[in-house]
């Protein structure tokens, strides 16, 4: 068992920037890959960001190419999503989770966290 847990989260102005973090405990972080969804009210959870456990590989959704950086400390056990230039379209919950590899899918990843919301206003 993994067990996540989001902060961060908050209001901001568009343009604005907020740092996620994602605080694991259980089973060796470092092992798994780790990634970033959001899901926005009445619809389905999306991919954001992933990246590997070694942290040398790396992988965004385009809309937040160039805005969003994700990050991992194994050695606190900690990973982040720092995201800069937010848009109104950013407004969701964010979800951690962590998996055995870097990938786009909700139902490869193993255990989720309980979210952290975001909003922006425009």
């Known amino acids: 068992q993994v067990q996540l847990v989001e902060s961060g989260g908050g209001l901001v102005q568009a343009g604005g920037s907020l740092r996620l973090s994602c605080a694991a405990s259980?089973?060796?972080?470092?092992?798994?890959?780790m990634g970033w969804f959001r899901q926005a009210p009445g619809k389905e959870r999306k991919f954001v960001a992933a990246?590997?456990?070694?942290?040398?590989?790396?992988a965004y959704v385009d809309s937040v190419k160039g805005r969003f950086t994700i990050s991992r400390d194994n050695a606190k056990n900690t990973g982040y999503l720092q995201m800069n230039n937010l848009k109104p379209e950013d407004t969701a919950v964010y979800y951690c989770?962590?998996?055995?590899?870097?990938?786009?899918?909700?139902?490869?990843?193993?255990?989720w966290g309980q979210g952290t919301q975001v909003t922006v206003s425009s």
């Open positions: 989770t962590v998996g055995l590899r870097v990938v786009t899918i909700v139902h490869e990843y193993d255990y």
């Open positions: 259980g089973r060796t972080f470092s092992n798994y890959a």
């Open positions: 990246i590997s456990g070694s942290g040398g590989t790396t």
